[in-house]
Every structure is written in C-alpha cells, then in structure tokens.
C-alpha cells in the first residue's frame, strides 16, 4: 500500500461539507473524529437550493484539487449530497440532518434514495462521527499508516464493549 496524500501531507484530502453552518454541531464529531485519526479536512457551507453554482463548481474541481472523498451534511430537503454525486466520481458520503420539522426523515430519504448509477454512501440521521470513520476506511485502502490506525480503533472499541459486559455482570451480581 501507498501513503494517500503522501505527496502533499497538510493539504485537505477530506472535504467536509454542510447545507448550513446551524448543521455544525451534529457535524462536530464528524470533524473531531478526521482530526483523531490525522486526516487533513476543510470545511465548507455550501448548499444545493441557496448555492446551487457553488455547489457545482466545487463538485467539478473537488478531484483536481487532491481531494478524496466528500461528507456532505444537509437537513430537510437534503439534496447536497445528490448533486455533488452528479458531478463527480470521488465517493460521497452523505449525512442527513435532523434540522426540520420531520426530524431528519426527510433527509435520510433524500440523501439515501438515489437513482442508479450515482449512489451517495448515507450514514444514519446525524451520524457524523460515522462518516468520518467511513471516510478513514476508504482512505484506508491506500494508506498502511491509517489502516493500522483504524484497526487499533477498532480494537479499542472491542475492549471498552468487553469491558462494559463484564461490569454489567458484575453490578447483577452475576459474577
Ligand atoms: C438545510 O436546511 C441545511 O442543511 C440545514 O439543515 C437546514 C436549515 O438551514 P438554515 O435555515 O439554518 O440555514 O439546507
């Protein structure tokens, strides 16, 4: 395996996008957790409805740029993730926000229900901590340093359920 983003290794290989800056705080574990596991981001606004030239325009030149996968992040509506999909073959993930009166429904439906031949890889309804994980695997395949980082996440995540299992037990008297 290669280094990805070897070449340039402070320059955003990530782009963390979100329909509004009010999505910030469900999109705050998503950018902790880039930030964990080393990964260069940035982060923008930029919506569908309100900027749809913007939307375009940074879909189009997104790959040239260096980066490698997109989290795009909107509520309602939710169709940010769909249409920088339309414009581009890096992967996409989408992350449906709970902003609206129907408390993310719609945006789970909108981001995940795509038609064949441009799929947005959907996370649960504010699920940002997920795409940023998704994010690091796809990363993963080509970056040994990342895959190892994330094996020792994954492991981790084992002890810290082991460990919960054997604390239950015990508080039931069971042990
Ligand atoms: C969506 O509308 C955004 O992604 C956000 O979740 C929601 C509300 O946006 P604001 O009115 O707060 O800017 O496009």
């Known amino acids: 395996m290669t280094d990805a983003g070897a070449s340039k290794p402070n320059a955003p290989i990530v782009s963390v996008l979100m329909g509004s800056d009010s999505d910030l705080p469900k999109m705050k574990d998503c950018l902790d957790t880039l930030a964990e596991f080393g990964i260069a981001f940035e982060v923008d606004v930029i919506s569908a409805h309100r900027t749809p030239g913007r939307a375009h325009d940074f879909a ?78 796809i990363l993963a395949t080509a970056d040994s340093n990342l895959h190892d980082r994330l094996k020792a996440y994954k492991a981790r995540m084992a002890d810290a359920v082991a460990e919960k299992s054997q604390k239950l037990k015990r508080n039931l008297g069971l042990q």
């Open 60 to 137: 189009t030149a997104a790959e040239q740029r260096g980066i490698r996968v997109i989290i795009a992040a909107a509520g309602g509506a939710a169709h940010l993730a769909g249409v920088l999909a339309s414009l581009t073959t890096l992967p996409v993930i989408g992350v449906p926000i709970s902003s609206s009166a129907l408390h993310g429904l719609d945006a789970l439906y909108a981001t995940v229900q795509m038609p064949p031949g441009v799929p947005v890889a959907t996370v649960g309804v504010d699920a940002s901590k997920n795409a940023a994980i998704l994010a690091a695997q």
